[in-house]
């Protein structure tokens, strides 16, 4: 077996009395859907912000790419192949789409040159165009590339975040909800988009749509009060006692 | 130097400490509560002292020109918090900064229209005029003791507001859920109205009692509105104790490094160029001070983490 | 064309126009007025870079203002009375040249914005605001104690600084300089926008987050924009001291600071020529204005009020309609 991507080694992260993550270790592995599920104020997004560098734990360690990156900020996570998706976008609203998905070419060349230039045009003929304009068209967007950010649906934000996080040709996706407030049919097509995905990178996936989590994850893990109470195929997940519990209030 | 001119001093830095509590605690309340940016809380400050001045000047009375400068920023600030500050609110801080900048032009100018440009004086009560003779035998001026006195016993007050009273209880939610306090049916446009009074009639107390030690003139408030924005932002915004903390640090800083950096410059200068040189170095002693603060404890030494 | 691109046409055309009309006509006094636009606008370029693009409302831009303008100051003074700057450990003569005082004033503004910048930025929001004023009145108190330029009183200039080839003592060839400088940035300006680090400031700006999560450091970003800007404000200080002839420190006080700002405003955040269109208006306003009342100053608070409160984009704003994004 390959070695993992990303590994959480048991995570604690308290605010005041809340525990929002209690000793969270998980991994995720090449070519493989992680999804990681839960109840409303399970700690899931406490646990990407974690992961993602927002956020120091109390306790624990992120390795990723087989370094420590326990005390490394967002952007240094960000250069080494960590690529995040927002759950509520995190865009440059008054930009244009292209402006977005170039933003994170830029990030991505930016590893190399430092600061992005002074003087060149950013959304000339080049590197960075061809890089955010491949991102587009293979998220469906290329043809809203001059639209503003703030004039997309709600589902459209979330293929552009997509999108911001292809540029980065990363390591590694987490993906935070990256089906909310898209329609049946646009989640049939992230669905589908995010099978083939997973070849390129691995996929940390939260998300609440079950029909989506089901027929995507290699893996579940199951966050309940910020603590993973199982971590198998659907299968088990299914069968496991404890989620059952956890979901349907079944006795064991 | 002498001990002496040295605790001299000391009372000097207290005092001027105390005034830049004064000043500090309205802003910081008022960015606490309501998270508003008035740079026109140096205009109240200037309204309490020409209030003062007038009202000594028409009365006599220094006491009575006092509750006048009290009455008037608080109306003042009343009167702006109704018509233009709570506009203001949800918008963001560069349109507080100009917005407040601007009431800074209409009431500097508009006093200067009234009372025209040359300065007032308002003149120490005899009953407080005069030096006392402190234990140990120091000289110092009753009127500035006064001054530490009645600020002091006011930061108590406000210590006692904000922990025990119904208004502080309601003011300290305001800082933290304003939509929760709102539906517990706290009548939160009146609860700002009052909290910016309030803030208004300290920095108008300030300015009246300063006014009797300096000349009471256009444009006196900006120099203390920013030194206690320095204040703010070593004590941490939002906080009254580190209002208080940062406001005796500064003032007693400036005041101390004024007389403490050119005699430490004259042990390896001339006399003449260690003063120079020494009293430059004392006027920007505060913001350095400030600085430091702010590489050690980005947030001010009394503020929230981040 | 678009509606603005037209707009801040007739702008330039009508900054270089009244001057030359004032040149045919002999009238210099509105030449200089003219200049004093020129210089204030570039002042306000400066500011806008760091305020509209990077979203950073300093408030002590009136430091990199006051320290181009003593540059100017220090430099011309020594040099008119034949004294070096220092002697050891090397010679430094001072000087009446125009472009090694531009580049001086440049050179000393932007190290201060970068050590205020490095200090200040460590914070964001209110504080970043209350610690560029107490940044500024740092340095307004500091030259009013340090006696060697002329403390509280300031420097005079006797005569204008040279710029080779031109004889700045005639008032419409100091403002084709100064109008050049200003084309010159707001060229530069245009430039930043479009360019890739552009594009990452504004982004830092409206989310932070997202620039971080592809990896891109808002700190540095924000630093180098609010070390262009300073330079650039700086630049114009050194104009503005070589205008008057002199030096003091009101260059450096508050009020300076305020009023960089509100030629921003009065124009339009974030609008490339918004500091063109705010300075004329406000030199249009003091001239009118102060002739009517010498209290002008309490109507220039109700119109930036008014302008605050119900006309946000300014005048530019109202004459070109809302912002569209470019591309």
Same mark, same amino acid.
């Given at each position: 077996?390959?070695?993992?991507v ?5 995570l ?30 399970a700690?899931?997004?406490?646990l ?16 990723f ?9 967002t ?9 995040r ?17 170039t ?31 491949s ?7 290329a ?10 649906s ?7 975040e ?20 898209m ?12 099978d ?14 079950m ?42 | ?20 509590f ?35 000047g ?22 702006v918090?109704?018509t ?30 009234l009372?025209?440009?040359?300065p ?11 030096p ?15 001054i ?5 016993s ?26 929760m306090?709102?539906?517990?049916g ?8 009052i ?27 900006e ?45 390896f ?33 009394f503020?929230?983490a981040? | ?33 003219a ?22 409302v ?49 050179l ?8 205020? !910048?490095?200090? *200040?930025?460590?914070? @964001? =929001?209110v ?5 560029? $004023?107490?940044?500024?009145?740092? #340095? /307004?108190?500091?030259?009013i ?8 009183d ?19 060839q ?16 245009a ?54 002839r002199?030096?003091?420190? !009101?260059?450096? *006080?508050?009020?300076? @600071? =305020? ?6 405003? $009065?124009?339009g955040?974030?609008? #490339? /020529? ?20 010498p ?14 409160l ?11 309609g ?6």
């Amino acid at each position: 077996m390959t070695d993992p991507v990303l590994v959480t080694k048991g995570l604690t992260k308290s605010f005041g009395a809340v525990r929002a993550s209690h000793d969270v270790s998980l991994d995720l592995r090449p070519g493989e859907i992680h999804a990681v599920i839960g109840p409303n104020g399970a700690g899931k997004s406490t646990l990407i912000a974690q992961i993602c560098g927002g956020l120091k734990p109390d306790a624990g360690r992120v390795s990723f790419a087989g370094r420590d990156v326990t005390h490394l900020p967002t952007r240094a996570r960000a250069r080494l192949g960590l690529a995040r998706t927002f759950q509520v976008s995190a865009l440059a609203m008054e930009d244009t789409v292209l402006q977005n998905a170039t933003l994170g070419a830029l990030g991505a060349k930016g590893a190399r040159a430092g600061l992005p230039g002074l003087l060149g045009d950013a959304l000339a003929a080049g590197d960075l165009r061809d890089t955010a304009m491949s991102a587009l068209e293979r998220v469906g967007l290329a043809e809203h590339a001059a639209t503003v950010t703030s004039a997309l649906s709600h589902g459209q934000r979330r293929q552009l975040e997509v999108a911001v996080a292809l540029t980065l040709r990363p390591r590694a996706f987490i993906m935070d909800e990256p089906m909310a407030g898209m329609g049946t049919e646009g989640s049939q097509r992230m669905t589908a988009f995010l099978d083939g995905l997973r070849d390129e990178a691995p996929i940390l996936l939260v998300e609440h749509d079950m029909d989506a989590v089901f027929a995507l994850a290699d893996r579940l893990s199951v966050l309940v009060y910020g603590r993973i109470i199982a971590t198998g195929s659907v299968d088990e997940i299914r069968a496991n006692a404890e989620v059952r519990k956890a979901y349907l209030g079944e006795d064991a | 130097m002498t001990p002496l001119l040295f605790i001299e001093q000391v009372l000097n830095g207290l005092q001027f400490g105390v005034m830049l509590f004064l000043m500090a605690a309205g802003l910081t309340l008022v960015f606490g509560v309501m998270g508003l940016i008035n740079l026109a809380h140096g205009s109240l400050y200037m309204v309490g002292a020409f209030a003062a001045a007038a009202v000594a000047g028409w009365s006599g009375s220094f006491l009575l020109a006092l509750v006048a400068a009290l009455a008037a920023s608080a109306a003042a600030g009343a009167i702006v918090e109704l018509t233009v500050i709570r506009r203001l609110y949800d918008r963001d801080h560069l349109d507080q900064v100009l917005a407040t900048f601007a009431l800074i032009l209409i009431f500097s100018e508009g006093t200067r229209w009234l009372f025209g440009s040359f300065p007032l004086f308002l003149d120490i009560p005899d009953w407080l005029s005069g030096p006392v003779t402190l234990p140990g035998g120091i000289e110092y001026p009753l009127y500035r003791l006064a001054i530490i006195a009645v600020g002091l016993s006011i930061a108590t007050g406000l210590f006692w507001l904000i922990a025990r009273t119904r208004l502080g209880i309601r003011i300290r939610a305001g800082e933290s859920d304003r939509e929760m306090i709102a539906a517990l049916g706290v009548d939160i446009s009146r609860l700002y109205t009052i909290v910016f009074a309030l803030g208004a009639a300290l920095a108008g107390l300030a300015g009246a009692m300063v006014g009797a030690i300096q000349s009471v003139q256009v444009g006196m408030g900006e120099p203390v509105l920013i030194l206690a924005f320095v204040v703010i932002v070593i004590g941490g915004i939002g906080s009254i104790k580190g209002a208080l903390v940062g406001a005796l640090l500064v003032g007693l800083t400036d005041t101390l490094g004024g007389l403490l950096l050119p005699e430490a410059f004259k042990l390896f200068m001339e006399t003449s160029d260690a003063t120079a040189t020494g009293s430059a170095l004392a006027s920007m002693l505060i913001y350095i001070l400030m600085a430091v603060v702010l590489v050690w404890r980005p947030r001010g030494l009394f503020g929230g983490a981040t | 064309m678009s509606r603005e691109r037209m707009v801040n046409a007739a702008l330039m055309a009508l900054l270089l126009g009244v001057p030359l009309w004032a040149w045919a006509t002999d009238e210099p006094f509105t030449i200089t007025l003219a200049t004093r636009v020129a210089i204030l606008a570039l002042a306000g370029v400066g500011l806008n870079i760091a305020l509209g693009l990077g979203g950073l409302v300093s408030l002590g831009h009136a430091a990199f203002f006051g320290i181009g303008g003593y540059a100017m100051g220090i430099l011309a003074s020594h040099a008119q009375s034949y004294t070096p700057l220092m002697e050891s450990p090397f010679l430094l003569e001072g000087t009446k040249s125009m472009p090694v005082i531009w580049l001086v004033a440049i050179l000393a503004s932007a190290l201060a914005a970068l050590v205020i !910048g490095a200090l *200040s930025l460590r914070t @964001s =929001g209110v504080y970043f605001i209350m610690i560029t $004023l107490a940044f500024g009145q740092m #340095l /307004y108190f500091f030259s009013i104690s340090w006696p060697a330029y002329g403390g509280e009183d300031g420097l005079s200039i006797y005569l204008r600084n040279g710029f080779p080839g031109l004889n700045t003592l005639d008032p419409i060839q100091f403002f084709a300089l100064c109008f050049g400088c200003l084309a010159a940035a707001l060229w530069f300006n245009a430039r930043l926008v479009r360019s890739p680090f552009g594009l990452a400031l504004n982004a830092a700006r409206q989310s932070p987050e997202r620039v971080e999560t592809v990896g891109l450091g808002t700190f540095r970003l924000r630093l180098v924009a609010f070390v262009i800007s300073g330079a650039i404000t700086g630049l114009a200080g050194a104009l503005f001291a070589d205008l008057n002839r002199f030096v003091s420190p !009101g260059m450096f *006080s508050w009020q300076m @600071s =305020g009023e960089i700002m509100v030629f921003v405003i $009065l124009g339009g955040v974030g609008r #490339l /020529y918004g500091p063109v269109a705010g300075a004329a208006l406000f030199i249009t306003l003091e001239h009118v204005l102060g002739g009517i009342s010498p209290f002008w100053h309490v109507w220039l608070g109700f119109l930036l009020l008014l302008v605050v409160l119900f006309a946000r984009g300014g005048v530019i704003g109202l004459l070109a309609g809302r912002r569209v994004a470019h591309d």
